[in-house]
């Protein structure tokens, strides 16, 4: 319930009128002067069930939305309490803001929304109500403050804020890709096909789609099974894994988990703790799947930032053992199960046809890392000798 307040300052009787010199028969009339209040609420608990139910009245649209906020573009989206995500977070205007339920029982319509979100630290201003009750959209583009607040402002500025539930940039959703510069990006139709290279337009994994969701964590660990990394190469070495436990170069097996200076994970081939790779496959295969984008260089990884483990188990003539397979996948499920590494895929781009190598062995790995929580990819077989694909119904390709 709404009501308004009116302010009735009295005038100050006179001398003569105070209570001690009344006179019997004088007007004792008090002047008043009415002066108009902003509009009050009648407080009242908001029940469960109708903060979570769509309510009409959120609709309300109060305008005043900026050119400048209408053409943020998709960048980095927030949570309550939670850091940056992908993209530059400094063009953001537009955030959709959901205040609490004790929130909503300060301001139960739109136009009372601003009343409990200005803090004085930064303008923010209302646009419209989107359903729920206390949930907005507001303009963050006009500032109080002499230099413009930056989104990293208003992040900080909802995140304390006690009645808001949650709040997070107003992304572009659909229609509008996030497009990476590196140079051989064009090129990638395997991401992102638009017809380039004579190739079927949208024959991809709409990589770009994806990326609006996340480019990737590093807190995430992929594990290579390969010919090694050049974990000194411009596109990876900021996603190259760096063991916590283990000391570079001392000789020593800090983490005791078996194997020295195993800093960059390990190589089963030569047996030391150098995976640099000498026949560029296991490069070529670290880079697909999280070479960093967005950095002008190279090409886009499909993830951007995701950690890579190199385990190197094939020569420079791009060949190795079973059991040098073995050991590289047990090892990496050993990383997650015995020393908190957070190992979630297991990559392995080789194998042979037919049941020559169809191994118990590397089944039982594949298995306990499976069981593990890890996820082991296999490659499917690219073709034999003469450039045509395998039929697998009739010629398996392991692993």
């Known amino acids: 319930m709404r009501f308004s307040d009116w302010l009735i300052p009295l005038k100050r009787p006179s001398r ?12 004792q009339r008090v002047a008043a002067v009415f002066e108009t209040l902003e509009d009050r609420v009648m407080l009242s608990g908001v029940a469960a069930e109708n903060y979570e139910q ?27 309490g939670q850091g940056v995500a992908a993209g530059d977070p400094g063009v953001n205007n537009r955030w959709i803001v959901r205040l609490t339920s004790e929130g909503v029982a300060l301001s139960p319509e739109v136009h009372n929304v601003l009343c409990v979100l200005d803090t004085g630290a930064h303008s923010l201003k209302v646009v419209r109500g989107l359903g729920l009750p206390g949930q907005v959209l507001v303009d963050s583009s006009a500032a109080t403050t002499t230099t413009a607040a930056t989104a990293a402002d208003i992040q900080e500025m909802l995140s304390q804020h006690p009645l808001v539930s949650s709040f997070e940039a107003d992304l572009g959703v659909g229609g509008q890709d996030i497009l990476p510069d590196d140079s051989y990006f064009p090129e990638q139709v395997g991401l992102h096909n638009t017809g380039q290279s004579n190739g079927k337009v949208d024959a991809d994994i709409d990589a770009p789609l994806a990326w609006e969701t996340t480019t990737g964590s590093s807190d995430v660990v992929v594990a290579i099974v390969d010919s090694g ?5 411009p596109d990876l070495l900021n996603n190259v894994w760096v063991n916590p436990g283990e000391v570079a170069g001392n000789g020593i097996d800090d983490d005791n988990n078996g194997f020295i200076d195993d800093v960059h994970g390990y190589d089963f081939h030569a047996n030391d703790a150098d995976p640099m790779d000498e026949n560029r496959h296991g490069t070529h295969v670290a880079g697909i799947v999280a070479a960093t984008g967005n950095n002008g260089v190279g090409i886009s990884g499909v993830t951007w930032s995701t950690t890579i483990m190199p385990l190197r188990f094939l020569g420079a003539d791009n060949k190795g053992l079973t059991s040098d397979a073995v050991r590289a996948i047990n090892y990496a499920t050993m990383m997650r199960n015995d020393h908190g590494v957070n190992v979630r895929v297991i990559n392995n781009s080789w194998g042979s046809e037919g049941e020559r190598s169809n191994s118990t062995a590397l089944r039982e790995a594949i298995a306990a890392a499976g069981e593990s929580g890890i996820l082991v990819t296999a490659s499917a077989g690219n073709g034999n000798a003469l450039g045509f694909g395998f039929d697998l119904e009739t010629l398996p390709f392991y692993p």
């Open 16 to 27: 003569r009128n105070t209570r001690r010199d009344r006179q019997p028969g004088s007007d």
């Open 229 to 233: 990394i050049d974990y000194l190469h």
């Open 54 to 80: 769509v309510d009409p009245a959120w609709f309300a649209s109060l305008g005043g939305e900026s050119t400048a906020s209408m053409t943020a573009g998709p960048s980095g989206a927030y949570g309550h």
